[in-house]
């Protein structure tokens, strides 16, 4: 009985201290981390997405001689820029005039020939009826008659031949653009005809111009949807505007239209071609270069939020808020393009929502915190 008296006592006299310890350490505990909230941005924007792509030739021709011979003259100089139907080879014309000249004889003498046959077709034909001449022998002066006139039509389309010929001794530039080198020099035999014809040079147009790039089966299937919903024109049916920044630009400065969508999603890639026709009138672009290009993508209503107030959680995009209990939560959200400045947040935020847009650096920010409030503001940048 003494000692649970003893034992008594000695807990009655270390509960003070147990009370002193633990006020000390609430005293000590550390306050809630202070952050800055506001809003998300509420605005009704025009969206825009981002693909890369290169330029291509609206019109690109392989220049290649219709008719054989030794190359006589080259009238441009490597690179420069043609008009359709100048000059740009002279293929030896002496053989081809030689044959335009035949085929002129031939016809003097295929017309002598009808004049012949039709004299004496005329002078039978009274003769038949006294009997002079007999109906067979008229017969057959009028078969000759018919032979000579189709004679004198081979004649003339040979002539025609043989003209032709001679026109395309001299090779034209089929379309205006930038000339490439020359791919034969003087005194060279080329080949002309159908089939292993001799390339002399290439030709490019240059305004407009072309830009291709390739879309995703899930971009391609959003623009349909937003076509059936009516609230985007389908480039196939519309122009659909565009932007494009090259690889040395911070901006968007060039502007173009579409133009053409493939009719079919390439099946190794699973994407869909689709290509924009901007203007050229300076010369800036030319086939093959890369570049980046934004499409209208539609009117959106959209939330922004600063691109400093996204987090990553591992895949995911995450956004801090505060609730009304002063707890931070933490939301994923899916993120669109930059507009003014600020992050598009096309799902996962409220209008009303808390965001947290400073104090994440402080490692205590984090989902179930509580955390001191201070009320902030988003601005946009200029547009």
């Known amino acids: 009985m003494r000692c649970c008296r003893e034992a008594l006592g000695t807990l009655l006299l270390g509960l003070p201290a147990v009370f002193l310890f633990y006020s000390a350490a609430i005293a000590q505990a550390p306050p809630a981390p202070k952050v800055t909230v506001a809003p998300p941005i509420a605005k009704h924007i025009t969206t825009w997405d981002e693909y890369s792509g290169r330029f291509e030739a609206v019109e690109s021709v392989e220049v290649r001689p219709r008719v ?67 109906e067979r022998d008229y017969t057959q002066r009028s078969a000759n008659l018919s032979v000579t006139e189709a004679q004198l ?23 205006s653009g930038r000339i490439s080198d020359r791919k034969v020099d003087i005194g ?28 995703s089966e899930s971009d391609y299937l959003r623009y349909s949807r937003l076509a059936t919903s009516g609230k985007r024109a389908s480039s196939r049916d519309s122009s659909n505007p565009v932007r494009i920044r090259l690889s040395d630009e911070t901006d ?35 086939p093959g270069i890369f570049a980046r290009l934004r499409l209208f993508g539609g009117e959106v209503d959209a939330l922004l939020v600063p691109d400093a107030s996204i987090v990553s959680d591992q895949m995911k995009k995450m956004i801090f808020v ?20 600020l992050r598009v947040v096309t799902a996962g935020i409220e209008a009303k929502d808390k965001i947290i847009i400073d ?17 902030g503001e988003i601005k946009a940048a200029a547009p």
């Not at 000059?87 to 002129?104: G, Q, V």
């Not at 080329?190 to 390739?214: C, E, K, N, R």
């Not at 890639?269 to 800036?284: C, E, F, H, I, Y």
């Open 68 to 134: 054989s011979g030794f190359v006589d003259k080259v009238h441009f100089k490597d690179g420069q820029i043609v008009k359709a139907g100048d000059p740009l080879f002279t293929i030896d014309p002496r053989p081809f005039e030689i044959a335009a000249e035949s085929a002129r004889a031939e016809i003097v003498r295929a017309k002598a020939t009808v004049a012949l046959a039709l004299s004496e077709v005329e002078r039978a034909a009274p003769l038949v009826k006294s009997g002079a001449v007999t």
């Open 153 to 175: 039509q081979v004649a003339e389309a040979n002539l025609k031949n043989a003209e032709l010929n001679l026109e395309w001794t001299i090779v034209k530039a089929p379309i």
């Open 188 to 215: 060279n035999l080329v080949i002309g005809g159908a089939q292993g014809t001799t390339l002399l040079t290439t030709i490019v147009s240059l305004d407009p111009i072309h830009f291709l790039f390739d879309v």
């Open 252 to 286: 968007w400065p060039h502007e173009g239209a579409m133009d053409f969508v493939d009719n079919q999603l390439n099946p190794r890639s699973g994407t869909m071609r689709g290509r924009a026709l901007v203007p050229n009138k300076d010369q800036l672009f030319a």
């Open 322 to 341: 505060v609730g009304d209990d002063g707890q931070v939560q933490g939301r994923s959200v899916t993120l669109g393009p930059i507009y003014e400045g």
């Open 359 to 375: 104090g994440l650096a402080n490692p205590m920010v984090r989902p179930g915190t509580k955390v001191t409030v201070e009320t």
